[in-house]
């Protein structure tokens, strides 16, 4: 079976921009075939926030072990008329055979640091920059926005119900993934659940009821034909009276063995109406049961409910967490640090770059809270724990695909790591990344390399 | 060969809320298998948006038709164990024999008004819920993007950079399609303008610069290796000091039949050094060379540089499209408004829905700009255009898929049909939707028939 939320389809070399095969031809017939070093790394942390979470490291891997054109793509490459044989025949051959380092999915990191190196002939390197940012990129997204999402709700269950307005499947199906990885319970998406082993989750829709005579035959049929995890939608036409259905219904279920395990509100103000209906379930004695908030939430408006102390006890993030809506993309860049033995970097306006390949090593303080990271050559001696570490050698993996579960529990120790300023919705000051002084003298020698008027 | 971005792995019938499974076998066992119809709109436009244009009907249809669980997922369901032999066997048979109405792609539509409508069996007008949405929430988020860039840009052309930045390979490839659709002329990404037909571009990278000894050189064996479409990327080091290579450059390469058809600014201030480049090319005797802007714009900044007078003759898009990062969802909701022939509606605050199968009539004014809409049920008798025309009849497509470049013209016309003030970039007094008076009766219905306390 294709995967497309693993490699699959994507795997399509043709993932890319149509520069990268036009500068890949201009490699070949120029002899710019050496080993290249490219780290992707993100220039700013988007506004209101104090870190990222790495993800999306297992996709890039499968997809650089898979790519390659097939027939069909070749021979639309022929047809464009643009490229010489020499560079189709090329490109019909590629294997990527190059290594790469990389933060493990569900690292903590911050701006300038580099996710991902790729090592490899120049020409290798360049063709598959688009598909890895676009597989790094969005994980990452998805991750980062995830653990705000995760610190916000302060231990209770949330649930990925982003399928709908998450950009496609594949979207989907990495964001399932990305928001499990940093912790979240499980997922509505029901592929994402099969093909990543992610607890499924799910209630029901206002079209249930609406399809009855009334709430109340609902409510019961609903309870007949799935008496495990049992959720009842409250908020089809009036919340409170739907409440006290549950009660009633409750009652005559008991006699069945069925138990109503909790109730959705997803829509109207939440903090008024969680209240009103955990009195009606308490006094109903269904103490037990729980609700569930969903509806347009965001992190901040989780914060706040649980601020104002209203009970909800899990919480349903649709689109505000697939498409990370506050923040739907990252500055990010894969960049040229290395060419044929010699630093390498862009002075760009503003988008400026640090030379050579680069490790990060991170210190940390009491508690295990992370001090401070510094930015560092990879061969350099430096203190502190190196973040990067070996993904692939030779175009192969260096060791099995690792356990989802054991990447999300990586991900919640390194949540635990973060200084609690940085733990917070709103941004502070920021993490101390140092630049060792290594990097403004090979800045230097990188700009005396290049021959510029 | 599948087909990521048209259909292929995305015709999984697992890409659907968990939820829809257990409505379904509820539906099954209780004997709800009556005709339903849903209605797919958006409850409100995005802050500062006057319209929104319809797109993704083509990959719902193909969806649609080849929508089914296989071996494996069916396997899966099993082992869940939550859903019965009677319900995994009617999943296992699937086939969607429905009716679909819809706006055609590229048509402009405003709040309330349906985009799509699915009659069928309950069970299969719910389980196709999920994906439908997703796939018409993704594709009309990214054509009413590009509309907006469409309208800043001027007829100047528009390219689709948003690859590396979209969320996933089906979603850029959907927003190379959606865009082009929008009227975008043109797309980077390869396999989208493989897939769908649509005119690739392409430019040179940074890395291609830096991995030369001199920008001189780079030019040079760029320019030598890719003759047709030849663009240049000046920002790499210092835009003028580039510009000036360029016209030493084009005097060297004028003797081998090679011209330099433009260049491209990716950073710092457009506004000034697009005017400064345009002086230097101008100078050098290349007033034909056009000059491309890119580097994170967006409608707004596009506006403003040629507001400004700026001399940029074609722009590149990238995150702002590809993720219409200011707008990257709608509040979209597919709902059901009839049962067994009966009007069924929502109460929800602030989410109530209008019953029974609807259209909107559309009236033009002078120069057949849109005057107003009115919602009614389908068989009003409303003055004006019908919007909604059949898509499906009994689970297949009325007609052959349109070719795209009808679609383009198609939403270039809905372009042209908007009022000045709705092409606006900030939003105005919205279009009059008026209501038929037959809703408001049929929403009382509606409610009166159903049974609450």
Sequence with gaps: MREPGAHGDGSSLLLTDYYQLAMVQAYIEHGLTDMASFELFVRTLPAGRNFLMAAGLEQAVAFLEDARFDAEEIAWLRAEGRFSDAAVAALAGFRFAGDVDALPEGTVFFANEPVLR???PLPQAQLVESRLI???????????KAARLVLAARHRPLIDFGLRRAHG???????????????????????????????????????????????????ANFARSRPRNLVLLLDTYDTEAAARTVVALARDLAGEGI???GVRLDSGDLAVFSRRVRDILDEGGLAETCIIASGGLDEAEI????????????????????????????????????YAGLPRRKRSAGKATWPRRKQVFRRYGPEGRIEADRLSTVDSDEEGRPLLVPAMRAGRRVAPAPDL?????????????LPEALTRLTSGPPLLVEIAPVLERLAREADRLVDTP
């Design 118 to 120: 790729v090592t490899a």
């Design 405 to 417: 579960a054991a990447i999300r529990a990586h991900a919640a120790t390194e949540l635990a790591s």
């Design 169 to 219: 499947a594949e979207a989907a199906l990495l964001a399932a993934r990305a928001s499990y990885l940093a912790g979240f319970a499980g997922t509505a998406t029901a592929l994402a659940a099969m093909r990543f082993g992610i607890p499924a989750a799910g209630t029901m829709a206002h079209s249930f009821v609406q399809a009855h005579g009334g709430e109340k035959e609902a409510f």
């Design 259 to 261: 138990r109503i395990d």
């Design 303 to 338: 914060a706040d409910l649980l601020d104002g102390g209203a009970p909800v006890d899990r919480f349903g993030v649709g689109t505000s967490l697939a498409t990370s809506s506050n923040a739907p993309a990252l500055d990010c860049a894969y960049k040229l640090v290395e």
């Design 134 to 144: 676009n597989l790094i990129h969005l994980q990452t997204v998805i991750a980062s």
